[in-house]
């Protein structure tokens, strides 16, 4: 079992940063995706780093401002979300995936076998 914790959420205003963080033992051999549930939506993939050559995926809603990280030695991942907006405003989930390939993190939720308790995110405009 692979008990995820997330810290990093909070209020910012827009236009500003966050950075969330996911730490669980042995993460580090599992590919890890970021999402998202806004009130009333489905939860969203937003992005995903694979287990050993840290590629990365994201949604096209973020890409350029947001960047998943992870320090395999902290057994964390990272997400640096930059130039926040209000419709950034949702509560973000890492999940972690221990049958994705080595190279690859799904970005379809139903693939991923644990999850985080999440994080609420507001931005402000």
């Known amino acids: 079992q692979v008990q995820l914790v997330e810290s990093g959420g909070g209020l910012v205003q827009a236009g500003g940063s966050l950075r969330l963080s996911c730490a669980a033992s042995?993460?580090?051999?599992?590919?890890v995706g970021w999402f998202r549930q806004a009130p009333g939506k489905e939860r969203e993939f937003v992005g995903g780093i694979s287990r050993l050559t840290g590629s990365t995926y994201y949604a096209d809603s973020v890409k350029g401002r947001f960047t998943a990280s992870r320090d395999n030695a902290k057994n964390t991942v990272y997400l640096q979300m930059n130039s926040l907006r209000p419709e950034d405003t949702a509560i973000y989930y890492c999940a972690a995936d221990g049958g994705a390939s080595p190279f690859l993190a799904p970005t379809h939720r139903n693939k991923y076998d644990y999850w985080g308790q999440g994080t609420q995110v507001t931005v402000s405009s």
């Open positions: 042995g993460l580090s051999s599992y590919a």
